[in-house]
């Protein structure tokens, strides 16, 4: 099992950046593919990145490529999301989520690729 808390939330003007970390406890967590979702008020929850298990791997939503970047860190079994240029439109819960096709090069962009989550960090950009 691996269990997931979110921290680097906060409130930021548009056109500024945040990095979002994820730490996660757990002897799984180098060997899960991890990912970066969001949800929106009255929206549904949406994939923004993910990474393999070997961190060879990435994948962006269209709205994120270019500005947000995911990497990790498995000697701090901590997870990250840079993000830069934020708009308005990212204000968002922002959920870390970890993987259980252990040793994959699959990176998942649906919920159901993920079978862990925490609890989410709220990141709020103003116009």
């Known amino acids: 099992q691996v269990q997931l808390v979110e921290s680097g939330g906060g409130l930021v003007q548009a056109g500024g950046s945040l990095r979002l970390s994820c730490a996660a406890s757990?002897?799984?967590?180098?060997?899960?593919?991890m990912g970066w979702f969001r949800q929106a008020p009255g929206k549904e929850r949406e994939f923004v990145a993910g990474i393999s298990w070997s961190g060879a791997y990435t994948a962006a939503a269209e709205f994120a490529k270019g500005r947000f970047t995911i990497s990790r860190d498995d000697a701090k079994n901590t997870l990250y999301l840079q993000m830069s240029t934020l708009k308005p439109e990212d204000t968002a819960v922002y959920y870390c989520?970890?993987?259980?096709?252990?040793?994959?090069?699959?990176?998942?962009?649906?919920?159901?690729?993920?079978?862990?989550w925490g609890q989410g960090t709220q990141v709020t950009v103003s116009s």
């Open positions: 757990g002897r799984t967590f180098s060997r899960s593919p």
């Open positions: 989520a970890a993987g259980e096709l252990y040793y994959s090069d699959y990176v998942g962009d649906q919920n159901s690729d993920y079978g862990y």
